[in-house]
């Protein structure tokens, strides 16, 4: 289950692993905020965002082929409601502009079409590199330091912990559905099918998290997370947000 390795890649050794937790969450957070205010239609800056991820990633040496197999996921969300931009007040629009221009680049629609795509995908590379470099562990300690609720926070930490165990169960799951059936099922008794396995995945998981919390009562969890605060800054903590936000920050004012 590589694709739920959450802290696979966060024992290198580069300059963005060793920046302080706090310094990379706000810095990331900055970024995703910063790419989302960006102007319907200003594509410059989504691609000079693209850019300056490419470079955090070469500098944190963490494979880009890595990172791109786990922001696949959230593509087909983004395509899906970037389409409804297609539908909103514009179908009589793209109609129009069929006929004498068969992209419609110009739509507004499609604008929003492809501006909604690509801040997702570009929102998603960020929060994917923030985690894989920082590390649940210090990602935890640096969301506590800045006052993030620790209802919040615990949720977090058992999500980092416990997404692997139930994929793994799925899975597991899925190859023993498959194993006892015979050639392809229609397609209604198919998704009959897949919502049984969902239904049973979601009681094992709910019947997981009861004993889970019961052992961890009976060790005196007092709904609390212990997590590592890293405290001090280096030169390389003042830089990265520079490096990150900069090249993001003159195109948006250019």
């Given at each position: 289950m590589d694709l739920f390795l959450i802290d696979r890649y966060s024992n290198l050794e580069s300059p963005v692993h060793k920046l302080n937790p706090v310094v990379s969450l706000v810095s990331f957070l900055t970024f995703v905020i910063v790419v989302v205010l960006?102007?319907?239609?200003?594509?410059?800056?989504?691609?000079?965002?693209?850019?300056?991820?490419?470079?955090?990633?070469?500098?944190?040496?963490?494979?880009l082929r890595f990172i791109l197999r786990?922001?696949?996921?959230?593509?087909?969300?983004?395509?899906?409601?970037?389409?409804?931009?297609?539908?909103?007040?514009?179908?009589?629009?793209?109609?129009?502009?069929?006929a004498s221009d068969p992209i419609a680049f110009h739509?507004?629609?499609?604008?929003?079409?492809?501006?909604?795509?690509?801040?997702?995908?570009v929102c998603v590379l960020g929060m994917i590199l923030l985690v894989t470099t920082a590390g649940s562990a210090n990602l935890l300690g640096?969301?506590?330091?800045?006052?993030?609720?620790?209802?919040?926070?615990?949720?977090?930490c058992f999500l980092f912990r416990y997404v692997s165990v139930v994929a793994d169960e799925?899975?597991?799951?899925?190859?023993?559905r498959e194993s006892r059936r015979a050639g392809k099922l229609p397609w209604v008794a198919e998704l009959r099918s897949i919502g049984t396995l969902i239904g049973v995945l979601f009681i094992r998981s709910y019947e997981r998290a009861e004993r889970v919390y019961a052992a961890m009562c009976s060790r005196g969890f007092?709904?609390?997370?212990?997590?590592?605060?890293?405290?001090g800054t280096s030169k390389t903590d003042i830089l990265f947000p520079l490096f990150l936000l900069g090249p993001l920050l003159l195109s948006l004012l250019v």
């Open positions: 960006v102007p319907v239609g200003s594509f410059v800056p989504l691609f000079v965002a693209l850019i300056s991820l490419s470079s955090t990633a070469f500098v944190s040496k963490v494979p786990r922001s696949l996921v959230i593509v087909p969300f983004a395509i899906a409601v970037g389409a409804l931009s297609l539908l909103w007040k514009g179908a009589e629009s793209m109609i129009q502009h069929s739509s507004p629609e499609v604008r929003m079409f492809l501006n909604t795509v690509l801040k997702s995908f640096a969301m506590r330091r800045i006052g993030v609720p620790a209802t919040l926070t615990v949720g977090t799925f899975f597991r799951m899925k190859r023993s007092d709904g609390a997370m212990v997590a590592p605060i890293q405290s």
